[in-house]
């Protein structure tokens, strides 16, 4: 098990709907298939039979945070349970079924250990459409990313300061091969690659893995994952770093932290 970063693009997306978005494009990847109930509760058969057993109120109109509750507390289910009652992003309410063969995450969040993932430009500072979290003041201070205080987890590609992220990351990357070389030292490793001995092959490198996260959930509603270019990150990077490149100012990326 572990966590890794994914990024979610989405057709031009209204700010209030980031959350729902990015919920129905993953639910096709979730490990586990969910099978949703209509939208409305009220007068579906099996709620109306727990109705008639005095297991929910009559003569109101339910919700299905209502329903999920009384259901699982009825069948003594907690909310982990695999049989229990859940309620998804939208009041919908929910069933685990089999194991998904297309799974990749079992849970995620918005929150990255290491603070926001991208830079925003500066005219876009007080735009509504980028998303930006509340982070614990621990949390946004970590990473290397550490000294860009203009950041966010996504928004529309036209507010979003790539390049100054490929220009930091290629910075430190210089930074870290100098201090390494004068002091002989260990090679430095990120992530993706260890450092060698070719000073502007590093810098290259750590531009090129900035952007790209460890997987992209495409405009399409496909999946690209690292691992699917059998450890060639460098392709990989390559192809994101192109993909994005060719989408159209409006088009949303969302970065989101993944449990698998």
Known sequence: MSKFDLLVVLPPTPPERYDAAIAEAMEPYSAQESTYERADPNGIAWVEELRAGGVLPQGVELTWPQVAEAYNSAHGYENSHSKALRVGWEGRGYWLREWNPNGRWDYYGAYRHEGPYFPYRPEAADDSRLWIAEYPEEFASRGPLAGLTARCDG????????????????????????????????????????????????????????????????????????????????????????????????????????HC
């Open 155 to 258: 928004g529309p590609l036209g507010l979003l300061d790539l390049e100054t992220l490929r220009d930091t990351l290629g910075r430190l990357a210089a930074e870290d091969h100098d201090a390494w070389r004068a002091g002989n030292g260990d090679a430095p490793r990120w992530d993706w690659f260890r450092f060698t001995e070719d000073r502007e092959e590093n810098i290259a490198k750590a531009r090129a893995s900035a952007v790209p996260a460890s997987a992209l959930l495409r405009l399409d509603g496909t999946w690209a994952d690292a691992d699917d270019w059998r450890d060639d990150h460098a392709s990989y990077w390559q192809y994101v770093n192109a993909y994005l490149d060719a989408l159209s100012d409006d088009t949303v990326v969302l970065a989101v932290t993944c």
